[in-house]
Every structure is written in structure tokens, then in C-alpha cells.
């Protein structure tokens, strides 16, 4: 498949991934008593609102990161009332962690879908396990685009759940870990997140640490995908 196929499929995942993703957090912080991200139409498997909320992140970024280096990067935000937060930090942090819950929900409809593939004849197991590579057509066109897009569900999805849930600022993980202490607590180890200079650093860390942590979850993740293999 052509480098063009593979980028349109990348983003289309990418895309529907961010958007889930997002609308997670939205609606999760509905539930709880804000409804900045409601108001502000985050509450939606509607791409728009999310595109409209971060173009560079959603739309340039993405697209020029899988043009230049093959690999495509990017991010969404949703909005929260940092008042809300503050009154009420275990919400918030059941916020923060919507996201990745999210990303994981769709690895395993993606797996499920490659399952029930694979079992109808439509799919084949892979010659060779890779990012991009989770499941094998059994004929051309339209079986082959299929088992690109279910592969990259799974594979993008559990990147950006892990990758999220690495508690360094500005990273939901950041926040979700408020679930593990007290609410005073959590609007202390909060306030410190929130510094400017640590976000920086945290986004660096992260892309230091997730190859090393991907990487055995990935092969794990793979091995509940096909038990036969002994992965």
C-alpha cells in the first residue's frame, strides 16, 4: 500500500482516536458538575468542535509530521473550569483519566473487530507483527485497507492511552493520579504540576521514557490479541 493510503489511514484513526478521546473528558466533566466542554460542543463524536478547539494539533501538526518522519504526532485539548477542578480534584482527576479509559476501550473494539475478522475469512494473521501491521488481508483493496485502519486502532489507541497515562504534566496522568490521595493533597501535587517550566520538562521526560514503557505493553497487549502465538 502507498505511502498516501497509509498517511489518509493514519489520520483517520488519528482523528476518530483524539476526537473519542476528548469527548471522554467532556463528557465526564459534565457528569461531574462542569459543563465548560458541553457548552463549548466537546461533548460529541463530531470531529468539528474538537478541529475548531486545535487545528495545529488536530490538522497541521499531524500532517506534517507523518509527511517529514513517517510517524504521525499531534494533540486536542478539551476545556474545564480550573475553579471546578480545584473544588472538586478527585472529579477531576476521573476527568483526566476519561481520556486514556477511552483509548483503551477502543484497542479492545479494535481487537475484538480483528478477532471477528479473522474468523470470517475477511482477514489473515500477519506474516510479521508490527505498528502498522496487526492483522494481514486475505485479498486485495478493500481487505487490505481494512486490516491497515483495525491495525492502527489498536496500535494508536494504546500509544496514546499509555502515553497519556505517564503522570508528567501536562499529560492526564498528571491528574489522574490525584485519585490516589487525598482532595488536599491532589490540589497541592495539582498546583505544582500546573508550573509552567514543569510541562516543558514533562513533555520532554515523556518522550524519553514511553519507547521503554510502550514497548513490553505493546507486546503484551499483542499477546491478548493472539493468544496462539505465545507472545
Same mark, same amino acid.
Given at each position: ?38 457548552? /463549548? ?27 517529514? /518522519? ?32 477511552? #483509548? ?36 486485495? /483493496? ?14 494508536? #489507541? ?5 502515553? #497519556? ?21 491532589? #490540589? ?16 520532554? /521526560? ?26
Amino acid at each position: 500500500m502507498d505511502q498516501l493510503a497509509v498517511g489518509i489511514a493514519w489520520y483517520v484513526v488519528f482523528l476518530l482516536s483524539t476526537t473519542v478521546h476528548e469527548a471522554a473528558h467532556a463528557w465526564v466533566a459534565m457528569r461531574g458538575g462542569d459543563l465548560t466542554a458541553y457548552e /463549548g460542543g466537546q461533548v460529541s463524536l463530531d470531529p468539528m468542535p474538537h478541529l475548531q478547539r486545535s487545528p495545529w494539533g488536530m490538522v497541521l501538526v499531524p500532517i506534517l509530521s507523518f509527511a517529514l /518522519g513517517g510517524f504521525m504526532m499531534g494533540w486536542a485539548s478539551a476545556p474545564y473550569d480550573p475553579v471546578w477542578a480545584r473544588a472538586h480534584p478527585h472529579r477531576a482527576a476521573r476527568m483526566a483519566l476519561a481520556g486514556p479509559a477511552a #483509548n483503551f476501550a477502543l484497542v479492545v473494539v479494535a481487537g475484538l473487530l480483528i478477532r471477528g475478522a479473522l474468523a470470517s475469512g475477511m482477514l489473515t494473521l500477519p506474516t510479521g507483527l508490527g505498528f502498522t501491521s496487526l492483522v494481514g488481508a486475505a485479498h486485495g /483493496g478493500v481487505g487490505q485497507a481494512v486490516a491497515l485502519f483495525l491495525s492502527l486502532l489498536f496500535s494508536v #489507541n494504546l500509544l496514546l492511552a499509555v502515553l #497519556n497515562l505517564i503522570p508528567l504534566p501536562p499529560l492526564d496522568g498528571s491528574s489522574a493520579i490525584g485519585l490516589l490521595m487525598s482532595e488536599e493533597h491532589a #490540589n497541592r501535587v495539582q498546583d505544582l504540576m500546573e508550573q509552567p517550566v514543569l510541562a516543558m520538562f514533562g513533555i520532554l /521526560g515523556a518522550f524519553m521514557l514511553i519507547d521503554r514503557i510502550f514497548s513490553p505493553l505493546f507486546v503484551a497487549a499483542l499477546g491478548w490479541l493472539y493468544p496462539e502465538f505465545g507472545l
